[in-house]
């Protein structure tokens, strides 16, 4: 059962009503040409499971493969979108510097991180475990070959149940 997300849900304006999201699947664009590669990167380095795939459907003859307009990678419970970014103006502007992150989580961050290297990303710093990682936990962070961010995360209630042991009640 997919999780529903409600927006505007608490105003009241009087008898609009709320736009009920089912699913959040963020797009990657990569270079035009370098989606198919990217989504064998995504299988290797994270295991994601490709579900669908639709392809432009105009080529010309001595392209070797067609565009990408989208690829579904499942990732866990979640999906997300891996496509070429296309010479035309319905497709957005690719920028550098957008401070988008993936976090992913998992009980083995070391092993997720050496899976990811192996598969072609970047580490960026070592495994980090206390403060400055995320939620207390450990935290590793890799650049896939496309230039987006991952970092890879020991799982939130992990962290929690390890917070809620450490810390003093006061009664």
Known sequence: MALELQNGGGA????SKAVVF??????LFVEAGKANDAVQ?????????EVSRSVHPKRKADQ???LILSAELHLGSYSFLVSDLAN???????TSGTGFVICLETDD?????????SAGAVSEGEVAEGDGACCGGRVGKVKDPYGFVWM???PAEKCADVEARAMPVAI
């Open 64 to 66: 070797e493969l067609p």
């Open 152 to 154: 890879i995360c020991s």
């Open 88 to 94: 035309d103006t319905s497709t957005p502007v690719k």
């Open 41 to 49: 990167f995504y299988k290797a380095a994270f295991g994601a499971e």
């Open 12 to 15: 009241d304006d009087g008898g």
């Open 22 to 27: 089912s699913a959040v699947k963020p797009q």
């Open 109 to 117: 961050v070391e092993a997720a991180v050496s899976k990811a290297v």
